[in-house]
């Protein structure tokens, strides 16, 4: 028996991990699209894009595991029925919780590594990839150049850069910085590098350039240069500041938010629902693989296939995912509602599991009546 297991078990790594991938392959696609503007707008290297594109990915788990999961497992125990190994099972003695048993302990092995992802890993490259936005964000050229357009930041100055390359490096570079009794000194190079100095700010390192300024006699100051340090974050400066959303923090801060702070105290509904959330949600993808066991092997059996019931329990799952986010979006404005988000997919688990075991006992009695019926004395009783 613990052979069929065991084959049974090796028989669903394939379609739920080929699953995941297709799924996490579409995930990435539809992150790039809306990542895009990194590099189109920004002005950020293709590195930079893909970085922020794949730190998005631990949040999509939620989504993917229990998708992946389910689909993976309908594949997989249909194509086990069309090659009448299912049967073969039945007829070797094997219950219908035994036949089950290896696919569950799977659903429990995604539904921990799951859990492990919401709970930390989750937060970590959440937090990194909001770090990264805001550096982005933040970024002096990213603000105030617009690559072939001359660009004035509120101090005044005027900034103009031909290209952007992909590697950062600025060509054909002008610039006209504001000086007191209209003296304004302009500076002039054929290429530059934005460069992050240990002391903090942003300077702007031209190369083969010149600068001019009239003095206040009114004479023409001239400087040619082969390098020349201009500290450009005086003339550009950001009110923005990082903030790590809920989405951001890590279990304890989401419990035990620091109700002395301003946006924390207002959001501390949000913040409770979005930690049960993350507890509650890996269990749909064991609530979601006990859900694709119960299509295919939870009902009697057809020689036919199992169409009408993979399509029922697909309804069922796509209508209980959509209450799970209902219920969530609710919580975030009542607490004492999150109970509301364990009792969705234990709800669910529930159903299934007794789905099972019904039908188990069902067999169970239905092939020891064949078997009374059959015997002398089962029969002569029955006479």
Not at 200 to 208: C, E, S, T
Not at 234 to 257: A, M, N, T, W
Request: overall charge positive.
């Amino acid at each position: 028996m613990r052979t069929i297991e065991s084959y049974i078990s090796k028989q669903m790594r394939a379609p739920i991990v080929g699953a995941i991938l297709a799924l996490t392959a579409i995930a990435i696609l539809s992150q790039s699209l809306t990542q895009f503007d990194i590099i189109v707008e920004r002005g950020q290297s293709a590195a930079t894009f893909f970085k922020v594109t794949f730190l998005a990915l631990p949040q999509l788990a939620g989504l993917i595991f229990p998708l992946a999961i389910f689909i993976g497992t309908l594949v997989a125990l249909n194509r086990l029925h069309n090659d009448h190994e299912i049967v073969a099972c039945y007829a070797n003695g094997m219950s219908l919780w035994r036949i089950a048993s290896p696919i569950v302990r799977f659903g429990v092995y995604i539904t921990l590594l799951g859990l492990v992802m919401s709970l930390f890993v989750q937060p970590a490259a959440s937090r990194i990839m909001r770090a990264e936005l805001f550096k982005i964000k933040t970024d002096i050229i990213a603000a105030a150049v617009r690559e072939g357009d001359f660009s004035t930041t509120l101090s005044g100055m005027t900034i103009y850069v031909q290209r952007i390359d992909q590697n950062g490096l600025l060509r054909q570079i002008f610039i006209r910085t504001p000086g007191p009794n209209g003296m304004d000194r302009t500076y002039s190079a054929r290429e530059g590098r934005v460069v992050n100095p240990e002391s903090g700010g942003q300077v702007l390192i031209l190369r083969n350039g010149s600068t001019q300024q009239v003095s206040p006699q009114g004479v023409l100051n001239h400087l040619t240069f082969n390098e020349y340090s201009f500290d450009i974050s005086q003339y550009v400066v950001s009110d923005g500041y990082l903030h790590f959303k809920d989405s951001d923090r890590f279990p304890h801060e989401l419990f035990f938010p620091n109700r002395a702070m301003a946006w924390e105290n207002h959001s501390w509904k949000k913040l409770l629902a979005e930690g049960h959330a993350r507890i509650s949600g890996p269990l749909y993808n064991l609530g979601f693989c006990l859900l694709a066991v119960v299509g295919v092997l939870g009902g009697a059996f057809s020689r036919h296939g199992y169409t009408r019931r993979i399509t029922t329990v697909s309804f069922i799952a796509a209508g209980i995912r959509i209450l799970g986010f209902a219920v969530e979006a609710a919580c975030a404005g009542a607490a004492e509602a999150n109970i509301l988000q364990y009792a969705v997919p234990l709800g669910l688990i529930y159903f299934c599991v007794h789905t099972i075991v019904r039908n188990d006992k069902s067999a169970v009695r239905g092939k020891t009546k064949r078997l009374q019926s059959l015997s002398p004395v089962g029969g002569r009783a029955a006479a």
